[in-house]
């Protein structure tokens, strides 16, 4: 199912008259991760803030919805954004970490993957990661399975 019959389902289901919502999968193994949030076990993430600011675009918002697909672009579930919050990267908490419901849930294990993910995706638009670097943070809720 494509994200927007998804959205249209269950705008129609649930009279949600909002019109506006985002469709995106994660960037590292978009079908595991998927999985971990239409299950409960991922219920944050992580960007790189210093990519909003070169490609202009706004940060996610509290209360905004957003229709996860797998690496087919079939759509999953639909979240619903519960905190948007911004930190350096060296203060992303254990907390944080363990609601990315990644790994071993830790927040060695975290930082590790997103250090890793951070450089790739930053070095390809001619930047650098630092620890004090600049991380979006979000956490959200499952609203809709498809």
Avoid at 34 to 47: C, N, P
Avoid at 99 to 108: A, C, H, I, P, Y
Avoid at 116 to 130: H, I, Q, S, V
């Amino acid at each position: 199912m494509t994200g927007k019959a998804l959205w249209e389902k269950y705008a129609r289901e649930n009279r949600v008259s909002i019109g506006e919502y985002d469709q995106w999968a994660f960037g590292v193994d978009a079908d595991l991760l998927a999985a971990l949030v239409a299950a409960g076990e991922k219920t944050a993430t992580a960007s790189a803030y210093p990519l909003y600011e070169l490609e202009d675009e706004a940060l996610p918002r509290e209360g905004e919805y957003s229709v996860i697909l797998d690496s087919q672009e079939n759509a999953v579930c639909i979240v619903r954004s519960k905190r948007v919050y911004v930190t350096a990267f060296e203060e992303v908490t254990e907390e944080h970490a363990r609601k990315e419901g990644e790994g071993d849930k830790s927040l060695t294990y975290w930082r590790k993957v997103h250090e890793d993910f951070f450089r790739a995706c930053l070095g390809e638009a001619g930047l650098a990661f630092t620890p004090e670097m600049k991380v979006v943070c979000e956490e959200f809720e499952v609203v809709y399975k498809a």
